[in-house]
């Protein structure tokens, strides 16, 4: 029985290499140089690897896709646009594909086609949280504050079961409770977003407008002064002292709110030099 498992897997391998026609294998060694070049930020020679990979396999999915992601990176999005559509019609089964031609519809504020790629994307490979997060930020971008929330919910759920969830989607589902007037819900998320990133400026930003909204002014202007603090991130150094502004005046610090609008008329005017 052994020996007869055996030989049908040589069979198997067998037929599998001998479908591997020499460009295509040609490619794949060119994508996965292509690849390593990408993880070491040497873009210029990543795409001179894509270009010869491409060159041998014109429906080479993985290096459509790494070449629409760096293409995304440069703002070419024309280039990104055509990449995908030849990926998603070289194999519809990819839902890396699918995902990518999602987001990109996405940047483009084409709703209808972002969902459509989305939820293709999400049916693919259900396990992978990022279909779920862009999901729920395309229905918020459609007004659709019940579906963001649950397809918001679901990301984290995914994430947690996958290690731990990322701060960009503890802050959509904070955000989301947020508008939904579930401040208790937004509150627990956070303070799990501030155990797990307690050095993320935005995780403090948004904990901050989350404890004005509650009417804690003084523990917003905790929040806001920590986040400050912190290097910049999705958040400005403006966005901050805005929020300031306003946590101070509404806990009586008057000194203090105008030391930050002072803060803000200088930073606005050294930008309008």
């Given amino acids: 029985m052994k020996q007869a498992l055996l030989a ?148 984290v759920r995914l994430e947690e079961a996958a290690g731990k969830p990322g701060a960009n989607s503890l802050l959509t589902s904070a955000r989301l409770l947020q508008q939904a007037g579930r401040l208790a819900d937004c509150g627990k998320v956070l303070n799990r977003a501030l155990e797990l990133y307690p050095n993320s400026r935005d995780v403090h930003y948004e904990n901050g407008r989350l404890l004005l909204k509650k009417g804690d002014a003084r523990g917003a202007a905790a929040a806001g002064e920590e986040a400050l603090r912190m290097p910049p991130e999705d958040v400005t150094d403006l966005q901050v002292r805005y929020l300031l502004v306003r946590a101070y005046e509404r806990a009586g610090e008057d000194r203090l709110a105008a030391q930050q609008a002072a803060a803000i008329r200088a930073a606005e005017a050294a930008a309008g030099r």
């Fill in 8 to 155: 049908s897997l040589a069979f198997l391998l067998a037929g599998a290499a001998a479908a591997q026609t020499p460009a295509a294998m040609r490619a794949m060694q060119a994508y996965a140089r292509a690849n390593r070049l990408f993880e070491q930020n040497q873009l210029p020679q990543s795409l001179a690897a894509l270009e010869e990979a491409l060159a041998a396999d014109p429906n080479n999915v993985p290096a459509l896709t790494l070449k629409a992601k760096i293409a995304m990176g440069a703002n070419r999005f024309d280039v990104a646009g055509e990449c995908l559509e030849r990926a998603v019609a070289a194999d519809p089964s990819s839902w890396y594909a699918r995902f990518l031609y999602g987001f990109w519809y996405y940047l483009r504020d084409d709703w209808s086609r972002a969902l459509a790629e989305l939820n293709a994307a999400h049916k693919l490979n259900p396990r992978d949280a990022r279909s779920p997060l862009y999901l729920a930020l395309t229905y918020e971008r459609l007004g659709d504050l019940q579906k963001a929330i649950a397809f918001s919910d679901e990301a």
